[in-house]
């Protein structure tokens, strides 16, 4: 039987790869029966959608959430190019 | 002007420096590794002018650029600062656990489907604060595998592990980083009623 921490360990991995037959059916009847690993895979995959939304959305509007680059770096670097 | 094949330097800075940082700061979170690296961008550039073939536009060109610098940076954060023990200890947190491997006290109910955070500053700002408490060889391998999206054969190359180790530090990553957002984002924001 599966623990909890052997189950947290599993969800990650998971993510990453894909599990043997028997790792995926220990985990799926350990997730049936365990409140709180079903909501850590939650969570995690919560997480990831979270993060790719906001890559997504920096990258496709042209991104408002962090500052531009500062007037100050903005002139270092165009005096960088100007001597290259 | 900047659609033709001619890349024209005198007005990158101002057409395409803001985009550039912002892809920056979003892998590497720290302001003057990222100007540097967007400097460093437009100066490869430069120098290589002739590489530009006009088939991709101008901006996807440079981030390819900035892409290689960043990923020549964790390369060299990972050989600056090679695995500790630490890093792949079992537990990130060792109190989640009791003896026989349950849960201590679970995860919160997080409430709803929060699903449109991502669009949130505030969330952003505490991601990246939970991302900066991580090892940097935590955080980067998170960056690469779930803000640059590689696969995992890859990053293992680039921050020098085998997979199995990959898996642990994602693993741990994961755990810490979630355990920080329930901390000072979902619970927090129940609290306060915020």
Same mark, same amino acid.
């Given at each position: 039987?599966?623990?909890?921490?052997?189950?947290?360990?599993?969800?990650?991995?998971?993510?990453?790869?894909?599990?043997?037959?028997?790792?995926?059916?220990?985990?799926?009847?350990?997730?049936?029966?365990?409140?709180?690993?079903?909501?850590?895979?939650?969570?995690?995959?919560?997480?990831?959608?979270?993060?790719?939304?906001?890559?997504?959305?920096?990258?496709?509007?042209?991104?408002?959430?962090?500052?531009?680059?500062?007037?100050?770096?903005?002139?270092?670097?165009?005096?960088?190019?100007?001597?290259? | 002007?900047?659609?033709?094949?001619?890349?024209?330097?005198?007005?990158?800075?101002?057409?395409?420096?803001?985009?550039?940082? !912002?892809?920056?700061? *979003?892998?590497?979170?720290?302001?003057?590794?990222?100007?540097? *690296?967007?400097?460093? =961008? #437009?100066?490869?550039? @430069?120098?290589?002018? /002739?590489?530009?073939?006009?088939?991709?536009?101008?901006?996807?060109?440079?981030? /390819?650029?900035?892409?290689?610098?960043?990923?020549?940076? #964790?390369?060299?954060?990972?050989?600056?600062?090679?695995?500790?023990? /630490?890093?792949? !200890? +079992?537990?990130?947190?060792?109190?989640? #656990?009791?003896?026989?491997?349950?849960? %201590?006290?679970?995860? =919160?109910?997080?409430? /709803?489907?929060?699903?449109?955070?991502?669009?949130?500053?505030?969330? @952003?700002?505490?991601? =990246?604060?939970?991302?900066?408490?991580?090892?940097?060889?935590?955080?980067?391998?998170?960056? *690469?595998?779930?803000?640059?999206?590689?696969? %995992?054969? +890859?990053?293992?190359?680039?921050?020098?592990?085998?997979? %199995?180790?990959?898996?642990?530090?994602?693993?741990?990553? !994961?755990?810490?980083?979630?355990?920080?957002?329930? =901390?000072?984002? #979902?619970?927090?924001?129940? +609290? +306060?009623?915020?």
């Amino acid at each position: 039987m599966l623990s909890c921490k052997d189950v947290t360990q599993l969800i990650s991995e998971s993510m990453d790869t894909s599990l043997p037959i028997g790792k995926r059916i220990g985990v799926w009847l350990h997730l049936l029966m365990c409140k709180f690993c079903a909501r850590y895979e939650r969570q995690l995959l919560l997480i990831r959608e979270t993060v790719r939304g906001l890559v997504g959305a920096e990258e496709t509007a042209g991104g408002t959430l962090w500052e531009p680059l500062s007037e100050g770096a903005k002139e270092r670097i165009r005096k960088s190019l100007g001597n290259p | 002007m900047a659609k033709s094949a001619n890349p024209d330097p005198s007005e990158w800075v101002a057409q395409y420096g803001d985009y550039l940082f !912002r892809y920056a700061m *979003l892998r590497l979170r720290d302001r003057s590794t990222a100007e540097d *690296l967007v400097q460093e =961008t #437009f100066l490869a550039a @430069l120098k290589d002018r /002739g590489s530009f073939s006009g088939n991709s536009s101008e901006s996807t060109w440079l981030v /390819g650029i900035l892409k290689h610098k960043i990923m020549d940076h #964790f390369r060299h954060q990972a050989r600056e600062a090679p695995l500790e023990n /630490g890093d792949l !200890r +079992e537990q990130p947190d060792p109190s989640a #656990f009791d003896g026989s491997g349950h849960w %201590t006290s679970g995860p =919160t109910d997080w409430g /709803g489907n929060p699903a449109d955070l991502y669009r949130e500053k505030k969330f @952003l700002d505490q991601l =990246t604060k939970c991302l900066a408490g991580l090892s940097p060889n935590h955080a980067n391998a998170f960056t *690469l595998r779930e803000i640059e999206g590689e696969d %995992t054969g +890859e990053i293992c190359k680039v921050l020098n592990v085998t997979e %199995t180790n990959l898996w642990v530090i994602l693993h741990r990553a !994961r755990m810490q980083l979630r355990r920080c957002l329930e =901390t000072h984002w #979902f619970n927090k924001s129940t +609290e +306060e009623g915020s």
